[in-house]
C-alpha cells in the first residue's frame, strides 16, 4: 500500500506543507529583527495553552492559538513600554509557559505524556478538523506576511527610519508577533512547540546562503519550508521516525549543505565591486537626517539614489517604505 493511499498520511502531508511555507514567511520577520528564539518563547506560552485547555475539557489547538496570541501582545507591549527588556521578557515567557502548562495538566490528571504529542508533533495524529484550522490559519498568515511585506520589512530593517516616515510601527510590531504566535500553536500538531522555532530560522538562514536581497530571501526560504517539509513527512514514513524531528533534522543538512555557497557568493560580490584603498567605489553622501545623532546610518550613492547602510545591508527610501538592495 503506498503513502498517498492511507488518508491520515494525505492529512500529514497537507498540514505539513501548510506549516512548512507559513513558517519561515513570519521566520524572515524575525530573524530580520534578531529575535530567532522568539518562536522557543511562544512555544513555551502555547503549551500553558495546551495545559488550560486539559483543564478546562476545551480544544488544545483553539486555546492554544488565544493564549499564544495574549502572551505574545503582552511581551511587545512590555518592550515597546520599556518595562521589560526583550530578553527579560523572552525569560518570562520560557519559565511561566512552561511552569504553568506543566502544572494545568496535572491538575487535569494528565502526565507529560499527554504534553509530548504537542511538544514534539503528531502529524499522523491530524484529523479533519485540525487541518481546517492549520488551512485557515495559513492563508491569514501568508496573505499578512506577502501583503505587507514593503512595511514589515521596513519596521524590521530600521525602526526608527520607519517611524520617520510615517509607518505606524507600533502596529507592525504587533502583526509580527501575532502572526509568529499564531504559527507557533498551529504548528504543535506538525513540527511541535519544542521544534516549530527551527522552521522558522533554519529555512531563512539557509535561504541566506543561497540568495541576496529581500523578496529573493522571503520567496526562496518559504520554497526551501515548502521542499523540507514534504521531504520530512516522506523521510519519517519510510524511516518509522518522529515527523517533526526528521523535518528538522533535515533542514539543518540542507544549511550545512549550503554553507559553501554562501562563501561563493561573498567571493563574487566582492570580486564584482572594485575597491580602492580598502574603500567601497561608492562616494559617501551625509548620514540619514531623520535619526537622532546617536541613530544615524552612512549613506551611500548607488546609481541615481541613495543606498543607506544598516548591519551591513543597503536599504534605499521607496515611497513610505524601502527596499534592501
Known amino acids: 500500500m503506498g503513502m498517498l493511499a492511507l488518508d491520515f498520511m494525505v492529512r500529514a502531508l497537507i498540514a505539513g506543507a501548510l506549516t512548512g511555507v507559513m513558517a519561515p514567511a513570519v521566520g524572515t520577520y524575525i530573524v530580520q529583527r534578531r529575535l530567532s528564539l522568539l518562536g522557543d518563547g511562544l512555544g513555551h506560552v502555547a503549551i500553558a495553552g495546551v495545559g488550560l485547555a486539559l483543564l478546562t475539557g476545551r480544544a488544545p489547538v483553539t486555546v492554544a492559538v488565544v493564549i499564544t496570541v495574549i502572551g505574545a501582545v503582552a511581551i511587545e507591549w512590555l518592550r515597546q513600554t520599556g518595562r521589560a527588556s526583550g530578553d527579560v521578557g523572552l525569560a518570562i515567557l520560557f519559565y511561566g509557559g512552561l511552569a504553568s502548562g506543566v502544572l494545568m495538566a496535572g491538575l487535569a490528571g494528565q502526565g507529560a505524556g499527554t504534553l509530548s504529542q504537542y511538544l514534539f508533533g503528531s502529524l499522523t495524529s491530524i484529523n479533519n478538523v485540525d487541518l481546517v484550522v492549520v488551512a485557515a490559519m495559513a492563508v491569514v498568515v501568508l496573505i499578512t506576511a506577502i501583503g505587507l511585506s514593503p512595511q514589515l520589512f521596513a519596521v524590521c530593517a530600521d525602526e526608527d527610519y520607519a517611524r520617520a516616515q510615517g509607518l505606524p510601527t507600533r502596529a507592525l510590531n504587533l502583526i509580527i508577533v501575532v502572526m509568529a504566535a499564531i504559527t507557533v500553536a498551529i504548528s504543535m500538531r506538525t513540527v511541535g512547540l519544542l521544534l516549530v522555532s527551527a522552521l522558522m530560522v533554519v529555512p531563512v538562514a539557509t535561504s541566506q546562503n543561497l ?115
Open 211 to 325: 540568495v541576496l536581497g529581500f523578496r529573493r530571501g522571503l520567496a526562496t526560504a518559504m520554497g526551501l519550508g515548502l521542499a523540507l517539509a514534504v521531504g520530512g513527512v516522506v523521510a519519517s514514513y519510510y524511516l518509522d521516525t518522529a515527523s517533526g524531528a526528521t523535518i528538522v533534522v533535515l533542514a539543518v543538512l540542507v544549511f550545512g549543505a549550503t554553507l559553501p555557497v554562501n562563501s561563493l557568493l561573498e567571493r563574487r560580490q566582492r570580486a564584482s565591486r572594485p575597491e580602492t584603498d580598502d574603500e567601497p567605489l561608492f562616494e559617501r553622501a551625509e548620514p540619514h537626517e531623520d535619526l537622532s545623532d546617536a541613530q544615524r546610518h552612512p549613506a551611500v550613492l548607488h546609481g541615481d539614489h541613495v543606498d543607506y547602510l544598516h548591519d551591513g545591508h543597503r536599504h534605499a527610501p521607496h515611497g513610505d517604505h524601502f527596499d534592501e538592495h
